[in-house]
Nanobody
């Protein structure tokens, strides 16, 4: 059983900062790519930032220079540091991770999602 559990969302004012975390637990061999996505009301889920197992990162244009994704491979945790938050950053933020598991001689790599954490930016 694999779980991704997010934490750290909340209500902040424009210009403030917030950090969300996502910890993976359960039985797996390795975590490959990890990422953060968000979904605002009435909109489709969109990618915010991704990070490979080697630490290479990629960001949506809308958050470049303001958000930083990082990971702790010992703690199996991915973080998203969000600075200079804007009202348009308001959304439910979901983490995603590709994990490799083994069942007998067979290896599986599947994508898992967290339950989401609400981030609201409002004055």
């Amino acid at each position: 059983q694999v779980q991704l559990v997010e934490s750290g969302g909340g209500l902040v004012q424009p210009g403030e900062s917030l950090r969300v975390s996502c910890a993976a637990s359960g039985t797996f061999l390795s975590i490959n790519d990890m990422g953060w996505y968000r979904q605002a009301p009435g909109k489709q889920r969109e990618v915010v930032a991704t990070i490979t197992s080697g630490g290479s990162t990629d960001y949506a244009d809308s958050v470049k220079g303001r958000f930083t994704i990082s990971r702790d491979n010992i703690k199996n945790t991915v973080y998203l540091q969000m600075n200079s938050l804007k009202p348009e950053d308001t959304a439910v933020y979901y983490c995603n991770a590709k994990l490799t598991r083994r069942s007998g001689p067979v290896f599986y790599t599947d994508a898992y999602w967290g339950q989401g954490t609400q981030v609201t930016v409002s004055s």
